[in-house]
C-alpha cells in the first residue's frame, strides 16, 4: 500500500521489507489499510521470546536464570524489552518520521510477543499517533 508520507510517496511493502531484514522482528500483517487513513504506516510485529530471554541473560549477572522468575514479572520484562528492542526500527524509517509502538500480548502458542508500530510524518502530532495506536490496540486484541 502506498501512504502519503509528507511530500513523498512510500511503499509499506518497502518498510516491511526492510524490517524484517534488519532487525529482529517478524511484521504479522500490515495494518496501514486497515488505520483507515492514507498518510499512517502500521504493521502487527512479533518477536521470539528466546530473543528475549537471550537479551535478558547478556544484560544480567551470569547467573540470572529466566526460567526461575516470577511469571508476572517476566511477562512485564518481555513487553519492555521488546518496545525498546522496537525502538531500533527508527533507524529504517524517513527521517522526518514519528513512531510508537506497543506490546500488546505474550503469545504462548508461538513463543512470542505480539507489537504494533504506528509509523506517521512528524506533521500529523504524537497525539494523534496516539489516537491512531490506542484504535489499532483495540482490533488486533
Known amino acids: 500500500m502506498y501512504i502519503a508520507f509528507g511530500n513523498q510517496v512510500i511503499d509499506s511493502k518497502e518498510i516491511k521489507e526492510t524490517i524484517e ?5 517478524k511484521v504479522i500483517k500490515d495494518m496501514s489499510k486497515g488505520s483507515k487513513r492514507e498518510d499512517i504506516l502500521a504493521f502487527n510485529l512479533s518477536v ?3 530473543v528475549l530471554k537471550d537479551m535478558m541473560e547478556e544484560d544480567y549477572e551470569e547467573d540470572y536464570n529466566v526460567d526461575q522468575s ?4 517476566l511477562f512485564e520484562e518481555y513487553l519492555t524489552l521488546a518496545e525498546d528492542l522496537a525502538t531500533d526500527i527508527e533507524e529504517y524509517i524517513p527521517e522526518e518520521a514519528i513512531l510508537d509502538i506497543r506490546a500488546y500480548k505474550l503469545d504462548e502458542s508461538y513463543g512470542d510477543i505480539k507489537l504494533i508500530a504506528v509509523i506517521a510524518h512528524e506533521g500529523l502530532g504524537e497525539l494523534k499517533l496516539r489516537d491512531i495506536m490506542k484504535r489499532l490496540l483495540t482490533q488486533a486484541e
Not at 21 to 25: A, H
Open 21 to 25: 531484514e534488519n532487525t529482529e522482528f
Open 48 to 50: 521470539g521470546v528466546d
Open 70 to 73: 516470577n511469571e508476572d514479572d
